[in-house]
């Protein structure tokens, strides 16, 4: 049973990187070609299926998919889906996703995590977007969405015993973003280890607006509603489903704490 708190958000222009020597040069440029990803159903490769094949016209059935580790070898997927029709997707048990990108064995890699490829700078590396905040900007001022990558669920019994607790929950957790949020931008010592956080800090409220990382069902309606509909095209899901039905109904239609 969920609960509208969302405590992991990211754009994810940043996560897709490609082999230099690929011939890759625009989104468009991935059609035919090997597209390492750690796991199908990763909610981050969700997001990155859904403005490649909406906003580039990449659709997934235009790629072949390796699946495997990232940076270890071994990883399979955790979750059983039913493909889509024309879907291609191989599995490797050897060697690790960012050593076939940095080899030329794939031609791109899509994920939540950087390859070491990356991170250690090998000259065959780099990302698709290397000016992905624009990208991200422009992404989020066109469609108003600040993809979710996690939620708060509790079990349905125990929720089914003690149905008081959603609301308790989504209040607490909607109070410590609130106290978050405001010692963020207090500037007698810096929150975080980041020197300009104060401009970033103005430029994101300027962009996005105070309530940048809103809780709440109905301030992320098009969100989820995005998402939703992008795991069913992507076979991730059999058929779309109302979004009240995944959160309890507690914590729908509250007022702004």
């Not at 690790?96 to 250690?120: C, Q």
């Not at 996005?208 to 109905?218: A, S």
């Not at 076979?235 to 039905?245: A, Q, R």
């Amino acid at each position: 049973m969920g609960i509208p708190v969302f405590p992991s958000r990211f754009f994810r222009y940043s996560s897709i990187f490609i082999n230099k020597n690929s011939g890759i040069k625009h989104p468009e440029d991935l059609k035919g070609k090997r597209v390492g990803v750690p796991d199908y159903t990763m909610t981050a490769n969700t997001w990155i299926r859904g403005f490649l094949e909406h906003d580039y016209g990449v659709k997934p059935t235009d790629l072949q998919w390796v699946t495997g580790g990232l940076n270890e070898s071994g990883r399979k997927q955790w979750v059983a889906t039913k493909p889509i029709k024309g879907l291609q997707i191989i599995h490797t048990e050897t060697g690790t996703l960012s050593e076939m990108l940095d080899k030329g064995e794939n031609d791109a890699l899509i994920g939540a995590r950087e390859p070491n490829s990356f991170r250690n700078r090998s000259p065959n590396v780099t990302r698709l977007f290397p000016n992905y905040q624009e990208v991200e900007t422009e992404y989020y001022q066109r469609t108003g969405i600040f993809p979710i990558m996690h939620l708060i669920v509790l079990k349905r019994g125990f929720y089914e015993e003690n149905p008081w607790l959603a609301y308790s929950l989504y209040k607490a957790f909607a109070e410590s973003k609130e106290i978050c949020a405001r010692e963020m931008s207090m500037q007698s010592a810096l929150r975080y280890m980041l020197p300009w956080m104060i401009p970033e800090l103005e430029e994101t409220i300027r962009i996005m607006g105070e309530d940048y990382w809103p809780y709440g069902l109905d301030a992320n309606r098009r969100t989820l509603e995005a998402f939703i509909s992008y795991s069913t095209e992507q076979g991730l899901v059999e058929s779309p489903f109302k979004l009240e039905d995944m959160f309890a109904p507690e914590t729908i239609n509250v007022a702004k704490i």
